[in-house]
């Protein structure tokens, strides 16, 4: 077995977090209100001057991503993604709030049999993925915009096969035998933007969101560009949360006074020039497979939030994301991500 890398040090690091913030959240929900055990105020700004029992502007809040297609009980393709990230809320500007976000995450990507030490000729190739990534977002009731900058490695110093041996070992399952084929390394940098429209209806004590996102990404790693929409019913939570249920990194820091839910369904689509993974960039033979110039994906999703943490699981099924000669691959693939937000000061 590989010895552990930085992205087993990272996963592990996330996955203590997700376990002593969840166990401590009962705990401090049980103390009193730091304004003499009284809740907080709601925030008279937030969906158009009515008010919100979220407050969508602590002063910054700690995210935890785990996405993996165990949760679906599958392993192949996208197989896994952690990230540990910052919000922080800056200043606001012409009404809407400005917020920073830095993370550090890893993936990881295999074909569908990870048992042979040399993969199938016409399957996704191994591939780890390691970044940093720095995002700016501009918030308003009915509006978000974004911006992401993502730079990082991609081939064997990503610490992916490392990684999923830990991941299988936690699980107590066969450990994968291919990593020695992976993608070379290589430097991965992205750019992404994001614009996202949010409107709310209240409907007696629950409240209807529908959300737009138009997204962008273009870089040497990606390149895609598409849009996505969807639908939340929540109690007592701010309009712009349901464009974090359509994209992680849109993740608003707010903090619930008392319990608040929501569900949501969505839909996205996007168009695909350029995928480092599925093209297997570096290889001396690359798979014979050819990327799709698309791919749909369906979202649904469950969020429960109250003072002290937010934890929320969205459940994933997106259109495969290449093609091959007899394509005898499934046509979808499936995954869920774990998401917790803790909002801090």
């Known amino acids: 077995m590989r010895p552990p890398g930085a992205g087993a040090l990272l996963f592990a690091l996330a996955a203590s977090t997700l376990a002593a913030s969840a166990l401590a959240a009962p705990l401090a929900a049980a103390q009193p209100g730091e ?16 008010p919100s029992e979220a ?25 896994h993604h952690h990230a540990l990230g910052l919000v922080f809320p800056l200043a606001r500007v012409g009404g809407r709030a400005l917020e920073l976000r830095a993370a550090l995450g890893q993936a990881m990507y295999t074909p569908r049999n990870i048992q042979r030490e040399e993969p199938p000729a016409r399957d996704h190739p191994f591939a780890g ?48 035998r291919g990593w020695d084929t992976q993608l070379p390394n290589q430097a991965a940098v992205d750019v992404a933007l994001r614009g996202a429209l949010h409107r709310r209806w209240r409907l007696d004590g629950v409240d209807l969101t529908a959300a737009l996102l138009a997204t962008a990404d273009v870089g040497n790693a990606s390149g895609r560009a598409g849009g996505a929409a969807g639908l939340m019913l929540s109690v007592g939570l701010p309009a712009r949360a349901a464009a974090g249920f359509l994209d992680p990194t849109l993740a608003l820091a707010f903090r619930c006074p008392r319990l608040c839910a929501a569900a949501f369904l969505g839909a996205a689509a996007e168009g695909v020039w350029l995928d480092l993974f599925t093209e297997a960039r570096g290889l001396d033979e690359p798979p014979a497979i050819t990327r799709r110039p698309w791919r749909a994906t369906f979202r649904g999703g469950l969020l429960l939030a109250g003072r002290r943490a937010a934890v929320r699981y969205v459940h994933v099924r997106r259109s ?26």
Do not use: C, K, M
Request: aromatic residues 6%; proline residues 10%.
């Open 129 to 176: 993925h390691l970044y940093l990534e720095l995002g700016a977002t501009l918030g308003a009731p009915d509006h978000t915009l974004a911006l992401r900058l993502r730079a990082g490695v991609v081939g064997p110093a990503a610490g992916g096969g490392p990684t999923q041996d830990a991941i299988h070992t936690l699980l107590g399952v066969r450990l994968p």
């Open 35 to 50: 304004a003499g055990g009284q809740p907080s105020e709601a925030n008279p700004a937030e969906d158009g001057g009515q």
């Open 320 to 345: 495969r994301t290449f093609s091959t000669r007899d394509d005898v691959h499934p046509r979808w693939h499936r995954w869920g991500a774990l998401e917790l937000l803790v909002p801090f000061g």
């Open 55 to 79: 407050d969508p502007r602590p002063p910054g809040a700690v995210q935890l991503l785990v996405e993996n297609d165990t949760f679906a009980g599958l392993d192949r393709w996208f197989s």
